[in-house]
């Protein structure tokens, strides 16, 4: 009769650092929500708990933070006490419960990962998005060109992100020279499929962040504060205006309308200005508090959104939204969520930049190229402060990071 001894293991054990386990899980995290799919709540809701508990076990981490980085949550706050006048209770409450989550999720993240391993993270699952799509496409399981994007917007956008990140990754000189390379074939894929989008502000921000990325990398690595580097930027900048006071006035059509004019775009944005003048009026009629998350583009019970999707040949069961972060907020929040939403987006604002010019390093000029794109889009898309966006994510990511750095620099 064969005995068999507790305690002994056969073969080598696998073990996982905290780290790293922290690491892939944000990984897989940052892939699903990238874009939305039929069943993606089989693993976002388990992602879910598992952050929920991981806020809970790294609190001695995240606290500090919190008390240094409060004015992130006073806009989730605000949805959350708007329950008391809101439209669609049920929704606003469900809004404000995932954004809390989303954020919490940010600090999350920012307490237990280095700069570098998120920048990493994000570089990998974009590149995943990428290569999906394009089997997508190649296999004609896809939306035709579209793949996997519901929409235009969103493929350009996606391929921005992992433009910006690949470039990035590509730039950093404290990445391996392998996945420096390997990034560098993914970014000029994500270029391509930008162009692909027909997305002319896709386009727009590849080439602008294009500029902020190789400008960061010589001017501000190693941080700005030094004789020499103060020089060449002025000297840089010197040169610019000069070439562009000699040139400029003698063109006959500008990049902007040229690119919009290749894309058959209208560069007046006579589309949302009617939107936006829609916005307006909504926003007089509840100037403060808004009619809460859910409460305004309520199809079958509103005669002006039924108005609204006609005019912009919309169907029924079409989502919709005012394509301005701005206005989108002070509909549903009021002009105080809105002035909250103001104040931590400065707050960010301020924070990635003082990160970026102060440290100089390769993930804090990605953070700081992705959050002027995010700046960008806030004037034309209604995303921002969304639950899971992972696009603004990575922006409040960045701003907690930021906090972390001067804290316990790594």
Known sequence: MAHVTVGHTIGPTLRISPQVRDFM???IWSTVTFVQFRGDELLLYPLALYYAYSIWRDQTKIVPLLARA????????????????AVEPVDAF?????????????????????ARQIMHAICIAASVIAFVHLFAVASGFGR????????????????????????????????????????????SIAAWLAG??????????VLASALLLIAGAVILRGGLLRASRLAILFLSLGIVLIVASAILPYQ??????????????????????????????QIREHPLLGVGAGGFWRYHESPLVQRIHFEFYKDPWDTFNFHNSYYEIAVHQGLIGLGLMILALSWGIFMI????????????????????????RTMTESDFLKPFVLFHVIFW?????????????E
């Not at 409060?70 to 006048?85: D, G």
């Not at 035709?144 to 590509?170: E, Q, R």
């Not at 692909?196 to 921000?205: D, F």
């Open 25 to 27: 899980v944000f990984t």
């Open 353 to 376: 930049g003082r990160w970026a010019i102060t440290e100089g390093s390769m993930p804090a000029i990605y953070i700081f190229s992705h959050m002027m794109i995010v700046l960008a």
């Open 94 to 114: 469900k809004q404000a419960l995932y954004l809390f989550l989303t954020l919490m999720i940010c600090f999350q993240v920012a307490a237990t990962l280095s």
């Open 252 to 281: 006959q059509v500008e990049l902007v309308d040229a690119i919009l004019s290749h894309f058959n775009k209208d560069s007046t944005l006579t589309g949302r200005t009617v939107l936006w003048h829609y916005a307006e009026n």
């Open 196 to 205: 692909a989008s027909n997305s002319a502000t896709a386009v727009l921000l």
């Open 70 to 85: 409060w004015v992130v949550l006073l806009f989730p706050t605000w949805c959350l006490i708007s329950l008391l006048w």
């Open 144 to 187: 035709g060109d579209l793949g996997i994007f519901p929409s235009k917007n969103t493929m350009g956008k996606t391929m921005v992100i992992l433009w910006v990140v690949t470039f990035a990754v590509f730039l950093d000189p404290g990445t391996r020279w392998l996945f420096r390379l390997s990034s560098l074939g993914m970014a």
């Open 397 to 409: 990511i960045g701003a907690i990071m930021a906090i972390r750095r001067r804290i316990t620099p």
